[in-house]
């Protein structure tokens, strides 16, 4: 960090790394098996980026649109396990495409103050870092913007 910016003059690349060190990501025509086994790698970060084969984002696939597409396919009652179970295994075989939701990105420029803006409104607890081509090179966590603003007030 750099600790003589005020949280208005940090910008995204200044924090953005300190607690997702690297971003999961998968190809948009991995399984939603291999998602899952990405996230369970970085829990913190709760979601896979989605990326084509020039590795452009595309999306995510995040922990709550699995857990709606769980919900929505088996209806969320009691006595439903052993169709829960079923229809785990089968939707671990398809597509991550099935579960993409789209994100909105920053880039290292960006103001903290606008990553802060676009969580608030999104309801996001952290933001894909691209570079100019729209290529992944990063998340911003939102516990770098506690950090930052942590840092501002310790003395």
Do not use: C, W
Not at 58 to 86: D, H, P, W
Not at 97 to 126: G, P, S
């Amino acid at each position: 960090m750099n600790p003589g910016k005020s949280f208005s003059d940090t910008k995204v690349g200044d924090v953005a790394g300190l607690v997702v060190k690297v971003p999961m990501k998968v190809q948009k025509s991995a399984k939603i098996r291999d998602a899952i086994e990405l996230m369970l790698k970085n829990p913190v970060s709760r979601k896979v980026y989605v990326i084509d084969v020039e590795g452009n984002l595309v999306g995510a696939v995040t922990t709550e649109k699995i857990l709606k597409l769980i919900g929505y396919r088996v209806g969320v009652q009691e006595n439903r396990s052993m169709e829960f179970y079923r229809f785990l295994r089968d939707t671990l075989k398809e597509n991550v495409e099935e579960a993409v939701v789209l994100v909105k990105a920053v880039k290292k420029d960006t103001k903290l103050t606008e990553a802060l803006r676009i969580m608030i409104e999104y309801h996001v607890n952290d933001l894909p870092v691209v570079d100019d081509d729209y290529k992944l090179i990063g998340e911003l966590s939102s516990l770098e913007l506690f950090a930052k603003g942590k840092e501002l007030f310790d003395d």
